[in-house]
Every structure is written in C-alpha cells, then in structure tokens.
C-alpha cells in the first residue's frame, strides 16, 4: 500500500483542529482515496481527557456547522473551461478544492493565472493530465512556480521533445507526481469522484495513450477524453459502455476531431459538448462537426467563439457565462 499526504486547503486549514490532514491512499483494487482524518495525540490524565474533550466537542460541533453551511450553500460543481487558444485546461472546483484536468499551452500560463487570481485560487489540490502534449501540459511548470499544487496525477508518459521533458523534470522537482492507470477511480469527496476509464488499447501514440478522465458529482456525468483519435474510442466504448451512455457533459476529443461512428452512437440526447479549440495547422474542428453534434448534443460550445465558459454542476448543468445567444449557429 502506497500513501502519498495531501496538504489542506486553505478553507480546511482554518478547521485545522478537526481536519489536520489529508491522505490519497491506494485501496485494496488499487483505486484511489483521498481520506481527511483526525489526527489524535495520547491522552496526559484524566482532567486534561475532559477538558481536551469538551473544548473539542465545541470545536466539531462548531466545525460540522461551519461545514454544513457552506456545503449547503455552494454543493455544487464549478467547471470552467478556459480559453487558452490551442490547447484544454479546464478548473473544476467543489465545495472545498480546486483541480485542474489538463493545463493548457505555455503561452496560455498568463491567461491560467489571471483567471486563478480572478478566482482566489491560492493552491491546486491537484492536476490531472491526460498527457503530456504542449498544448494540454505546456504552462504546468509556470503554473507550479507560483501556485501551491498538492499533486500531478499523470501517465507516466513523456513527450518526444526535449524541451518538454525538460520542463517536466523540472516540475517534478516542485510538486509530486503520481502515475495512475486506466480503471482507477479517485474518491475526491463525498459527492465528486474521477473515474480513468478502462482501456486494454496498446500504442505509443501519445493520444491514443493518454488518460480518459470521467467526472462524477452526484449523478452527473462529465467527460474529458483529451485529444483520443477514433481507434481508441472504440475501444473505450467496448470497454466502458454503461458509462458512456449515460454522459451529460463532454469536452469534445481532439479539439473538435470527428467522432468515430461507434463513439457518437454511444451517447443518449441531450449532451453538452465544449470544443476547446483555436486556430491550427490541424483542421480542427471537423467540417462535420456540426451534423454530428446535432445528433447527440442540446448545446455546443466552442472557445475560439464563445470564448471561457463557465458551468454550474449540481442535479442539472448550467451554463453561467451570459451574452452567449445561437449555441449552432454562430
Ligand atoms: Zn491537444
């Protein structure tokens, strides 16, 4: 069993008291659990007992009423999907934590941290990457130089480009990084859990390879496959089916690629699909992008057109950010 200590936030550390640490813990089928615990000191004598037992009855019952009114008041999921040019990097938020599921180009490191900023982020519970290409891991080392991150949760995959593996050594001397696989699950809190969803398919291929992260908050779906081409969706859906069926939420694979046909008949009406895209040598979005949308999705967002989007996740998903009109259309 491997254990790894994930610092407190900052909101937790001011309940220090009653939550004084957190751990990521492998269980038994080798998933993974992020467990706040109590941390208890020997008693000294029996007068010491009582006392250090009524001031901590104050303090937790003072510490599940502080908890349970900001749950009540914000038990909801923030997703915002950047607007980092070519590339993906998307804030997840809940009731506690921040998260980062890819990290977007390093030209986009001033955009990142304006936006953290924005947001008074001081520090990252972790970042999720679904693989180490420029575009969705470029501004990490910037990112880690100025902003307290607990954990990278990676594939133990690197690029073919120097200067990238570079970078990432260099990031690893900062902030840990821990390799996990396809058929984890990370239990992040009561209600938010990050499935990686099963794969058997084999290649080098930095896309292909990478890690399908799929959100779960309450009985919401969200997906973030990264840039996966058609041969690795196929695969994803005869291994994850049940799953996919029931997606609420997707950032569209490979910034807009076109979907391979098993992929698209996978998933039920009404879906939200983001494209995080910009201009690229690539030709992405696909031309047929549209017509394959209309087949699966209520809404579709695009970031070179409408720009960072914002959206609330508790028993429905919103779409906060206004002034967005013709969802098709524009
Ligand atoms: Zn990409």
Redesign the pocket.
């Known amino acids: 069993m491997r254990h790894l200590i994930v610092h407190q936030n900052t909101r937790a550390r001011r309940h220090q008291k009653i939550v004084s640490h957190c751990e990521v813990a492998c269980g038994d089928r080798g998933n993974l659990i992020i467990m706040r615990s109590l941390r208890r000191s020997a008693p000294r004598d029996d007068s010491w007992l009582m006392r250090r037992c009524a001031s901590a009855l104050v303090l937790w019952c003072s510490g599940v009423l502080v908890l349970f009114s900001t749950q009540s008041i914000q038990a909801e999921l923030q997703v915002h999907v950047l607007d980092v040019g ?3 990097a998307v804030h997840v938020e809940d009731e506690l934590d921040h998260y980062f599921f890819d990290i977007g180009p390093e030209a986009a490191q001033q955009t990142i941290l304006n936006h953290l900023a924005d947001h008074g982020v001081t520090r990252l519970r972790a970042v999720f990457l679904t693989h180490t ?1 420029p ?2 891991a470029g501004s990490l080392l910037a990112i880690l130089g100025q902003i307290k991150t607990d954990v990278i949760f990676w594939n133990d995959r690197l690029p073919p480009n120097e200067k990238l593996v570079q970078m990432l050594d260099q990031a690893q001397e900062i902030a840990p990084f821990q390799p996990v696989k396809s058929g984890q699950t990370l239990s992040l809190s009561r209600d938010f859990r990050v499935r990686i969803l099963n794969s058997n398919y084999e290649t080098m291929d930095l ?1 292909d390879g990478g890690l399908v992260f799929a959100l779960e908050y309450k009985k919401k779906k969200l997906l973030l496959p ?2 996966i081409g058609s041969l690795r969706q196929k695969n994803l859906v005869e291994l994850n089916k049940k799953w996919l069926e029931k997606v609420n939420w997707m950032l569209w694979p ?2 807009g690629d076109r979907l391979d046909e098993s992929f698209l008949a996978v998933f039920k009406k009404p879906l939200i699909g983001v494209v995080s895209v910009a201009e690229n040598p690539y030709k992405v979005p696909h031309g047929d992008i549209k017509s394959q949308a209309k087949l699966i999705c209520s809404e579709l967002y695009r970031t070179d057109t409408h720009g960072p989007l914002h959206f609330s996740v508790n028993y429905k998903i919103t779409l906060i950010t206004d002034s967005i009109a013709n969802r098709f259309d524009e």
Do not use: I, Q, V
């Open positions: 070519y590339g993906a290409h575009d969705h896309n990264g840039d490979h910034h």
